[in-house]
């Protein structure tokens, strides 16, 4: 069985954030998003505004007609557009963009990440300069397999997650182009290139 990656292998920003000394990884992450952010949000300064377990930094733009369902957190001029839909615990960095319509659930964005429209990202880690294209899945459950746990194909070996819920560590700079399908448990590496209309599977083939 190969062992977890650290989320600060792929994500430099994670080591100095909030969580970076408590959790290390990235289905954990997303498994306590919740309570992570919630203890970010508690401990925040004057420069943001709360709206019970919404915050955001005062030059973060929420548009008119986006719904965010808290915890949620979002740094200095961060933007969310109309008709976005955020929940279950998200974090935005600093200048990380949701487009209109997307929905984001249970994630992390960090520095500049960027979701077009039209896309989903469920229970997710995304790298500083990401940028997910419009239409996108990045999928967060193993619908065809019953929600089985997660396991995850490297070259090292097999991970076995334990997890019913996680969509994809995506690096810093990774890109994942228009309706891509990230399938449940990928590990992205940092500066990679998902073209458009690509699905990306990393279940173990030898299992089927």
């Not at 808290?70 to 933007?79: C, S």
């Amino acid at each position: 069985m190969s062992a977890a990656p650290a989320i600060a292998d792929y994500v430099t920003a994670w080591r100095d954030s909030a969580w970076g000394a408590e959790v290390s990884v990235p289905w954990e992450a997303t498994a306590t998003a919740e309570e992570l952010i919630e203890q970010a949000v508690a401990d925040l300064g004057d420069d943001y505004i709360r709206e019970g377990t919404v915050a955001r930094h005062r030059s973060a733009v929420i548009e008119p007609g986006a719904i965010l369902k808290g915890p949620v957190l979002l740094e200095a001029n961060a933007f969310i557009a109309s008709g976005a839909y955020i929940r279950g615990g998200v974090y935005l960095g600093a200048g990380c963009i949701v487009g209109p319509q997307c929905e984001v659930k249970t994630s992390f964005l960090f520095g500049g990440a960027k979701i077009a429209h039209l896309s989903f990202v469920g229970d997710s880690i995304l790298g500083s300069g990401s940028n997910v294209e419009a239409g996108a899945i990045i999928a967060n459950y193993r619908n065809e397999r019953g929600g089985a746990a997660i396991r995850i194909a490297t070259d090292d070996g097999v991970i076995e997650t334990g997890a019913t819920k996680f969509g994809a560590l995506l690096g810093d700079g990774a890109r994942v182009g228009a309706n891509a399908v990230i399938a449940p448990g990928a590990l992205i590496a940092p500066g990679a290139i998902v073209p458009r209309m690509t699905l990306i599977d990393q279940w173990p083939q030898e299992t089927d």
